[in-house]
């Protein structure tokens, strides 16, 4: 059974610092990862989806890497925004399941 | 832009009542799921469909049941709330298989007393 792990479920740093946040899965057996933003109360905003063969996708301020064979993901966040606030989410697709981790609740400071 | 769309952001229900849960998607999308969300344990996976009158059940289906006459629409049922339904409820459309990226709506908040 696949399960998704996403460490710290807590962070605050100040704005302007670069931040990663991680995620790991137990079976490397994926057809893609993605990474979602929720914003308190509201519906998940995805950010990024790599594909099993891809090691890494970019976009703006944000760059997510793949390791399959270690089973684990990085979210990198640069130059970090009070706007940036709000919980991140991972979630492998797999054995036809899309399954999440708890997510990272993440609080920059102005 | 992708657009999903959730029928009610928060709905309050007294336990026994029959509860519909609409969504609603604009971009001619072939699969529609059903997830909730709670503290502590994450989303997780009710129900999807990938095709008109088609569904699957997912991880949690017990107590739920749902429809799909239109592509466009995908609706999930209590047929008798109970107070453990009490949840946030996602809904959330893909144009493939689940490996295709997923749009998500933004959310019902269901309150079962």
């Known amino acids: 059974k696949q399960e998704v792990t996403q460490i710290p479920a807590a962070l605050s740093v100040p704005e302007g610092e670069n931040l990663v946040l991680n995620c790991s899965f137990t079976?490397?057996?994926?057809?893609?990862l993605q990474w979602f933003r929720q914003d308190p109360g509201k519906g998940l905003t995805s950010l990024l989806l790599i594909q099993s063969s891809q090691r890494e996708q970019t976009s703006g301020r944000l760059n997510a890497s793949l390791d399959k064979s270690s089973g684990r993901s990085t979210l990198y966040i640069a130059a970090s925004q009070p706007g940036d606030s709000a919980t991140y989410l991972c979630a492998v697709v797999g054995a036809q399941k899309l399954v999440f981790g708890q997510g990272t609740r993440l609080t920059i400071n102005p | 832009d992708v657009k999903v769309t959730q029928s009610s952001r928060y709905l309050v229900k007294r336990t026994g009542e029959k509860v519909f849960l609409e969504c609603v998607q604009d971009?001619?999308?072939?699969?529609m799921f059903w997830y909730r969300q709670d503290p502590g344990l994450g989303l997780r996976l009710i129900y999807f469909s990938y095709d008109v009158k088609m569904k699957e059940k997912g991880d949690i289906p017990e107590g739920y049941s749902v429809s799909r006459e239109k592509k466009e629409r995908f609706s999930l049922i209590l047929e008798s709330a109970s107070t453990n339904q009490t949840s946030m409820y996602l809904c959330?459309?893909?144009?493939?298989?689940?490996?295709?990226?997923?749009?998500f709506g933004p959310g019902t908040r269901l309150t079962v007393t």
């Open positions: 079976d490397s057996a994926i057809y893609n």
């Open positions: 971009m001619d999308h072939e699969n």
């Open positions: 959330a459309s893909s144009f493939g298989p689940l490996e295709f990226q997923q749009y």
